[in-house]
């Protein structure tokens, strides 16, 4: 019985090892982290205060889990208190939380409580991820020289221009060498007659001066009257920006709405110029771009981060506050009317529902923003006549619709029918 009772006993012992034995490992495995959850995790809770090389708001954070270790003694469970409640662990007298609380300008930390142990491990795994490596430089781009190799072209051209001069020469020599030797062996050489000068038969000629004169008349002022009707029109207009904005990144790549710079347009007569302001909303985040963003910038020949940095001096960002010293962003205006024109952005993008594309073209292919349409009266007159009024889900237009569709028997009404054409809807 006794040998029975061991062989029992022995074997629950080794149950029980294998069970705390497989829970361990579960828990270091669950201690691992995801560093692809991580980063998702530190995108949508870290990024907007804290980057992994370079300090913002708060300090970087790359191997931060490591640093603390190594530097302060700090552990796991320190760095779970401080990301759920900083203000909790401040407040206990915490040497090293009032370290830091004080460093970055008594600035409070967003509590996380509901971020998980593995949350958390998933982030400080991301963390502790090595920097990518720089991209390697383009073949020439450090010397300053085109990556094909080859003759110049100046070359090919100098090298035939002396080939012609010499063929001219040639051939001046060979003339006089046939006239030498003409003249040796009693040769006459016959002389042309002389004509009488093109210039002077016309002259002669009246009937051909007064068409001739009639025609450069004529020519003269279409001319004349082309360039007049320019004056003002400034299509294709595409200034150089104190700061280089590229709406084709901002707009095209990543989405942006127009009216989220521009809200003014939603309901004022002006779309007005977007503050710096609505520029730090996303770049106090974001100081440099991707390497393969900076390399489509290189083909632009811009290149982003210093326009980012022009931005931060503009605004007076250190990276990690605003230091009180701005500056005033001379922007050049693209798109003007003359004063005697009036035009009501909010009756167009609210009311009528017309996208911005209508006016200003493929804005989100522009990598510098230009004028895209004339903006003449002929241009306005002509989409007046040939754009159907958005009448649908439309309140405002419900019973000036019902009543006008009567009137000129259409289901569907132009701004021209609906008065689009008075003289004292664009000139007051």
């Known amino acids: ?179 030498r030797f003409a003249e040796a062996k009693g040769i006459e050489i016959p002389v042309e007659e002389q004509r009488k000068p093109l210039w002077k038969a016309f002259i002669e000629n009246q009937f051909l001066v007064l068409v001739t004169a009639i025609f450069f008349l004529l020519a003269s002022g279409y001319f004349v009257y082309g360039y007049l009707m320019q004056v003002g029109v400034d299509q294709g207009y595409e200034p150089v920006q104190p700061i280089h904005y590229s709406h084709r990144i901002h707009a095209g790549d990543n989405g942006i709405d127009c009216k989220y710079c521009h809200s003014s347009a939603r309901v004022s007569k002006h779309s007005g110029i977007p503050s710096l302001n609505i520029c730090m909303n996303c770049h106090k985040a974001i100081s440099n771009v991707a390497p393969e963003t900076l390399a489509e910038g290189k083909e632009y020949g811009v290149d982003y981060d210093a326009e980012i940095q022009k931005l931060y001096d503009a605004v007076g960002w250190d990276g990690t506050g605003y230091t009180g010293e701005s500056k005033p962003v001379k922007w050049i205006r693209i798109h003007n009317l003359p004063d005697f024109a009036y035009f009501n952005h909010s009756q167009h993008v609210s009311v009528a529902g017309i996208e911005c594309q209508t006016c200003h073209g493929p804005v989100e292919e ?17 989409c007046h006549r040939e754009t159907n009024v958005k009448v649908k889900d439309n309140d405002y237009y419900t019973k000036i619709h019902e009543e006008l569709s009567k009137k000129y028997g259409v289901d569907q009404l132009t701004a021209a029918q609906m008065g689009g054409l008075e003289c004292g809807k664009c000139h007051y």
């Open 1 to 179: 019985m006794k040998q029975v009772i061991y062989r029992n006993l022995t074997s629950k012992i080794l149950s029980l090892g294998f069970i705390l034995l497989l829970t361990f490992s579960t828990s270091l495995t669950a201690q691992e982290g995801d560093p692809a959850n991580g980063k998702s995790l530190f995108n949508a809770n870290c990024a907007a205060c804290h980057k992994l090389d370079k300090p913002m708001t708060g300090p970087a954070l790359r191997n931060v889990e490591a640093r603390l270790a190594e530097e302060e003694g700090l552990d796991r469970e320190w760095l779970n208190a401080w990301i759920r409640n900083s203000s909790s662990l401040i407040k206990s007298g915490d040497a090293y939380a009032n370290k830091v609380y004080n460093e970055w300008n008594q600035t409070a930390m967003t509590a996380f409580p509901t971020l998980s142990d593995q949350d958390i491990s998933d982030i400080l795994a991301y963390t502790a991820e090595p920097p990518p490596p720089p991209p390697a430089p383009v073949a020439g781009e450090l010397s300053g020289q085109p990556a094909e190799q080859g003759v110049s072209n100046n070359l090919i051209l100098g090298a035939l221009a002396v080939l012609f001069a010499l063929l001219a020469m040639a051939l001046i020599l060979v003339k006089r060498t046939l006239n």
């Open 366 to 382: 522009m990598e510098i923003m230009y004028q895209h349409a004339p903006l003449t009266m002929g241009w306005c007159i002509n």
